[in-house]
């Protein structure tokens, strides 16, 4: 982007003083709950970067591998009585390192294909295309079966174990998808890089639902990855790149706010003045832009929804997405459509809002932490009988997905819209 300012990174030195020792974050950090490390806790972290930030240490292997365990969940927020800010944090101080040379091979790799992919939707659609020739044709039986998985290098196997099941045709936008002469609203949907890809139902039914609840959606073809996995691997640059192009054509599309149903999605959008406060020429657009997102649930809730009339006789138990709970701060909303939804049984499972372990890519990155947290996940699910897992993030989805065939366990996962519109839609079949 020509005359691109330069932004380097690191950590406030007022955001981590504000952090007091008190060690209310161990009791929520997923990390430290399983390893008891003082060095993998948020306190832990904060005083590694600024140890960091102030030259005392080096970023040496083992120093970083610490940071690299972090989830960025962000449970410490919620528990913190201090507010202390660790996501901003963490996400500087991975930037720093990158900035300044220090990170391993690894990161350098994982940053590079994020670069090399998500900007460019046509690379994306064609990863998925590709994709989907794999799971249908029978190549993907072809290579369980023979085993070569196993050869395959740098966790790949473990990406291939993952993939949902069956795959769909991209979804798109149709001009005012939706319209009708009784929409109120017009707003914009951030369509995302994967969940189009993966999770095309979704959207479908987050147009259905807004239809019905008189708000039109308008097309943004142009729209690009929000840059939550870049940011979150310490490519901030790539982030404010993708960020500066999101804030152009959502505010030049115009209508009544930006609704996302990926909650990794919605909560790198509202942060976006943050990460362009620097930016003379963004600062203040992108946080006019921020404070236009909304988490579709979050929407619906505040909008009120025209209750379903048909009854779901189903029962559900519904996992807390991190930065939808923690991040986003909404934690009431995907409960209060659940509840609107006749018949339907929800049943709260212990520990709702601890991590899953899909964290974007640090479930191919970090893989045994990943699973571990995954299996303690499915037990809880397991315990409330539950046929329906809700969430409100495509990687989550994607992780329960894989725990469930993980543990042998019958289900479905699904986002607390699509219920909605199951409901709606039994109400016209009937």
């Known amino acids: 982007m020509a005359n691109e300012i330069v932004i380097h990174d690191q950590p406030s030195q007022e955001d981590m003083s504000r952090c007091v020792h008190c060690g209310f974050c161990l009791q929520e950090c997923p990390t430290y709950l399983q390893l008891g490390m003082e060095t993998d806790s948020p306190r832990g972290r904060i005083h590694l970067l600024k140890a960091l930030t102030d030259g005392r240490v080096k970023a040496t292997p083992s120093l970083v591998s610490h940071l690299d365990l972090c989830l960025q969940c962000r449970a410490c927020e919620t528990a913190c009585p201090s507010g202390v800010p660790f996501g901003r944090i963490m996400e500087s101080g991975r930037a720093m390192i990158v900035q300044r040379g220090d990170a391993p091979r690894s990161w350098w790799f994982r940053t590079w294909l994020l670069k090399l992919v ?216 995907p409960r209060e459509l659940l509840q609107s939804i006749p018949g339907l049984d929800l049943v709260e499972m212990d520990n709702s809002d601890h991590c899953c372990g899909s964290a974007g890519i640090y479930s191919f990155a970090q893989r045994e932490m990943a699973m571990r947290l995954l299996d303690d996940k499915m037990r809880d699910v397991a315990a409330t009988q539950a046929s329906v897992i809700a969430t409100a993030n495509p990687g989550c989805m994607m992780q329960i997905e894989a725990g469930l065939r993980r543990h042998g366990l019958q289900g479905r996962v699904v986002h607390v819209v699509e219920l909605l519109d199951e409901a709606y839609q039994a109400e016209e079949g009937a």
Not at 190 to 210: K, N, Q
Not at 278 to 307: C, H, I, M, Q, W
């Open 118 to 333: 998500l900007p460019y939707p046509k690379r994306i659609a064609l990863l998925f295309t590709l994709l989907r020739f794999y799971q249908r044709s029978g190549l993907q039986w072809l290579v369980r079966a023979s085993r070569l998985l196993r050869l395959l290098p740098g966790g790949l196997a473990e990406a291939e174990e993952m993939l949902p099941e069956g795959s769909t045709p991209a979804f798109t936008v149709q001009p005012l998808t939706g319209a009708s002469s009784s929409a109120t609203k017009r707003v914009a949907l951030l369509t995302g890089c994967v969940m189009p890809h993966l999770y095309a139902r979704t959207h479908e039914a987050t147009v259905r639902v807004l239809a019905r609840n008189g708000v039109a959606v308008v097309d943004v073809p142009q729209q690009r990855c929000c840059g939550a996995l870049s940011i979150h691997a310490g490519d901030r640059t790539t982030g404010r790149r993708l960020a500066r192009r999101n804030i152009d054509i959502f505010l030049e599309a115009g209508g009544d706010g930006v609704i996302v149903n990926s909650a990794g999605c919605g909560a790198t959008l509202r942060e976006y003045g943050e990460l362009l406060a620097e930016d003379p020429a963004y600062a203040e657009k992108a946080e006019r832009f921020a404070n236009s997102v909304r988490d579709v649930t979050e929407f619906l809730a505040e909008l009120g929804v025209e209750p379903p009339v048909a009854s779901v006789d189903t029962r559900v138990t519904y996992q807390d997405s991190c930065h939808l709970v923690h991040g986003q701060k909404v934690r009431d909303a």
